[in-house]
């Protein structure tokens, strides 16, 4: 098996999923593992991230599962500093936590705003602030922020907060990219499409109240591939742009969206 991590540690952000099946961060934590990281396994549900920890284990893999809301600067603090002091070091920072929400301006409330700036593009500054100092110390490192085709792209629906704060993860990343170029730290984003996941399958079948079965029909139709992508699109890509065949990449937006973006309507 391709060893494309061998001997790296990563922290992975929402490594657990909020349903059964494979969410973007729990198969990135897999992946990263399958691929010979040591795998930090972030989650605010402890269940969600120990499920993730026992699939690497079962495995061969190595996994540490740690509960924290990372929009707490002193719970991410924490985090950081156990991954330190259990695996030494941490090469890969995975920002994988996210959460979305469709409303305009009138529609998404003041609290909603903040939140989705909490948990979409906070959390990443703080894990990126706690990291930074340690991966600049070991000479490298690479952080992967998960972010959104609904940062360039209007949807078809509106997402206000949702599209504005992914929005500010490209940016955040851009800047950290370039701040960090000469000091060995590179910092991507990826961008996916329609992704089937368990938030998507949580999101039609109860929150949406529509025909779930219809709206998942409209959403493989939307997309010149005709069919939605899955968690493995999102990992793959991620696990490029943390091994060291990206080497030479830093402040990239890479699209895994089969096709969808390239289109006018
Ligand atoms: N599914 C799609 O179509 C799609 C499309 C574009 C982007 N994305 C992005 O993918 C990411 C989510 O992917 P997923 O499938 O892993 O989602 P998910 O909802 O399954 O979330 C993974 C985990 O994040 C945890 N989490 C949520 N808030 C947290 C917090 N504050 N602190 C710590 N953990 C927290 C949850 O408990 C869950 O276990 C988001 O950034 C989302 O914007 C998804």
Redesign the pocket.
Known sequence: MPQRVKDKVAIV???????PG???????AVLYAREGARVFA????PA??EETCGIIHEEGGECLAHE????SSEAVKSLVDRCLSEFGRVDILH??????EVGGPEEIDEDTWDRHF???VK?MYLTSRYCLPHMVEQGGGAIVN?????SIRYFGYPCVS?GAS?GAVNQLTQQIAVQYADRGVRANCV??????????E?YVRSGYGGDAEEMLQTRREMVPMKR??D?WD?AHASLFLASDEARYITGAQLVVDGGITCKVT
């Open positions: 952000t929402g490594a657990g999923s909020i349903g494979w969410g973007n961060g729990k198969a990135a972030v989650d605010c549900n969600a991230a924290a809301d990372v929009t920002n994988n936590v996210g959460i979305p909490a948990v979409n959390s998960i972010s959104s085709i609904g949702y992914k961008l996916p499409g329609l992704i089937h996941t368990p938030l998507v949580h939605m992508g968690a999102v």
